[in-house]
């Protein structure tokens, strides 16, 4: 099947979370290259509107549509025109779940191999790490005050 049908048969709501990935991959890309990470996460936090109220739906529910979320921005990356490393596509995830009342959190990590210091973001919600395999904390060891969400640093 090709890549266009197998898009085509998604749900219309899949459909439009791989538009919005789409669009808004390649916009936090170029964002990050402009202004700083932390202003423009502010900025995104009140574009979606997200007002804390968290949904009151099952976990097991939410965490079903974190993951659809999660696999709607893979794909826009893996097969969009702008492909983005881990941070770009770790704030697209992160809004899109604040744009659907879910309380995502940005994590950041370090390792270091071969004398090399590696880096890497990710989101998690409900304690799952999304965008990323499970043992997301074996390879990276996160960093706990790099993640903090941005509406503890607004009035």
């Not at 997200?50 to 993951?67: C, I, V």
Request: positive net charge; contains cysteine.
């Amino acid at each position: 099947m090709s890549n266009w049908l197998k898009v085509w048969a998604l749900p219309a709501r899949d459909k439009w979370l791989l538009a919005q990935s789409l669009v808004v991959l390649p916009v936090n890309g170029l964002a990050l290259r402009l202004i700083s990470f932390k202003r423009w996460q502010e900025i995104l936090s009140r574009l979606a509107l997200f007002d804390g109220q968290r949904s009151e739906a099952p976990l097991e529910s939410l965490l079903s549509s974190a993951h659809t979320t999660a696999t709607m921005v893979r794909i826009a990356a893996a097969r969009g025109p702008y492909r983005g490393n881990c941070l770009p596509q770790s704030l697209t995830l992160w809004w899109l779940l604040r744009c659907q009342k879910l309380d995502g959190h940005i994590r950041f990590g370090a390792r270091k191999e071969d004398d090399k210091l590696e880096a890497h973001a990710w989101v998690e919600f409900g304690g799952t790490a999304l965008n990323e395999g499970r043992n997301i904390h074996h390879a990276f060891k996160p960093f706990e005050r790099l993640g903090a969400r941005p509406e503890a640093n607004t009035r």
